[in-house]
């Protein structure tokens, strides 16, 4: 089969070129993790849409349907994070073979329905049917927060340091596990202890691939500090999304690897699988951490608003003048620079 012409920006940016950008109650359209339209005068409505496609983001040979439901809620409700919101309602259609089993379809509805409830969330309605093979979900997420609070990917400044949330790499290194053989199969028992199932030294990694969270406190925190220049989620690796970030602000940005959080937990599963540990962690994806900018003198804000919610944030770089995103890494030949911009997943230049 011959290779696309076109790669997934290519194709947004057209679909975005084609699109009306204006209309009653349109603050933001295309190009941020959300569109944002107004709800009153003091807030907005936030909406976002995301797709879950077997074979291209889960294996159910190995993705317990549980563990995939509650997935699917967060990978949607970390996009109105990104933009300091709330999640409210939720929409979802399933597209599910007709000889599914009942059972699965449980299981999923209840990791589903779960991952609502400790989000807060409402599912208020969606649509089913039969696909031809594979299962689909595709839900889409309604957030509201304060309209003076949204964070936007379009205003970081050059100077700014660019700060990441939890650890990186963790979920691209879980689902190359299982893709080894390295891990096992299908979980045998009750999925609220799947963790149990795994060496201990992969447990982080098996989680942040199987059940990652949204990061809705921190984000919203941080907006309240009124620090942040801009912000979005990571899910396609810190390589694209940063890059997709310095893109709407007009700038540049260079990161060190050295200062990219996470190094130690992905040890054990680096010398299994004979694996760099930045590769995973500048281009696996699905992180779903956030990625944000502000000011070097708003540190202590920063850090104390993270405190707050028990997790931890890692000023990994800074935004400058120009464009691309730069790695900085020190080898055996001394310090090192590359290009590394929209070098993480594309949905249309996968190998």
């Known amino acids: 089969m011959m290779k696309p012409v076109m790669t997934e920006r290519d194709l947004i940016e057209q679909i975005r070129n084609l699109a009306c950008d204006k209309g009653e109650g349109l603050v933001q359209g295309i190009g941020d993790d959300c569109a944002v339209v107004e709800k009153d005068q003091q807030h907005v409505w936030l909406l976002t849409m995301d797709t879950l496609v077997e074979s291209v983001h889960f294996d159910c040979s190995w993705h317990p349907p549980y563990l995939l439901g509650r997935k699917a809620v967060s990978v949607n409700v970390s996009d109105i994070a990104a933009m300091g919101g709330r999640p409210v309602f939720t929409l979802l259609s399933l597209g599910l073979p007709a000889d599914f089993a009942p059972e699965w379809a449980t299981e999923l509805s209840?990791?589903?329905?779960?991952?609502?409830?400790?989000?807060?969330?409402?599912?208020?309605?969606?649509?089913?049917?039969?696909?031809?093979?594979?299962?689909?979900?595709?839900?889409?997420?309604?957030?509201e927060t304060e309209k003076d609070r949204v964070l936007y990917r379009h205003a970081a400044c050059p100077g700014d340091t660019i700060w990441v949330s939890g650890s990186l790499g963790y979920a691209a290194a879980g689902l190359d596990c299982f893709r080894s053989g390295e891990v096992g199969g299908a979980l045998t028992g009750d999925p609220s202890e799947y963790l149990s199932e795994y060496p201990s030294e992969l447990a982080p990694?098996?989680?942040?691939?199987?059940?990652?969270?949204?990061?809705?406190?921190?984000?919203?925190?941080?907006?309240?500090?009124?620090?942040?220049?801009?912000?979005?989620?990571?899910?396609?690796?810190?390589?694209?999304?940063?890059?997709?970030?310095?893109?709407?602000?007009?700038?540049?940005?260079?990161?060190e690897a050295e200062k990219l959080p996470g190094r130690t937990g992905l040890?054990?599963?680096?010398?299994?699988?004979?694996?760099k540990r930045v590769d995973w962690m500048i281009a696996g994806g699905e992180d779903y951490e956030l990625l944000f900018t502000a000011d070097p003198k708003d540190s202590h804000a920063i850090l104390a608003a993270a405190a707050g919610q028990g997790v931890r944030v890692s000023p990994v770089g800074s935004i400058s003048v120009g464009q691309g995103v730069i790695l900085r890494q020190k080898t055996a030949r001394g310090d090192e620079e590359q290009q590394v911009a929209f070098q993480g997943f594309d949905h249309f230049t996968r190998n």
Request: aromatic letters at 2%; one cysteine or more.
């Open 110 to 143: 209840r990791g589903i329905n779960d991952a609502c409830h400790q989000y807060g969330c409402l599912l208020i309605g969606g649509d089913t049917v039969c696909s031809p093979e594979k299962v689909t979900l595709t839900l889409t997420l309604i957030g």
């Open 267 to 275: 040890a054990h599963a680096a010398s299994l699988l004979k694996k």
């Open 205 to 255: 990694c098996i989680k942040a691939h199987l059940d990652p969270e949204a990061r809705v406190d921190l984000a919203r925190a941080l907006a309240q500090t009124g620090c942040v220049h801009a912000m979005m989620d990571l899910s396609d690796g810190l390589a694209t999304d940063l890059s997709h970030l310095c893109q709407r602000s007009k700038v540049g940005a260079r990161i």
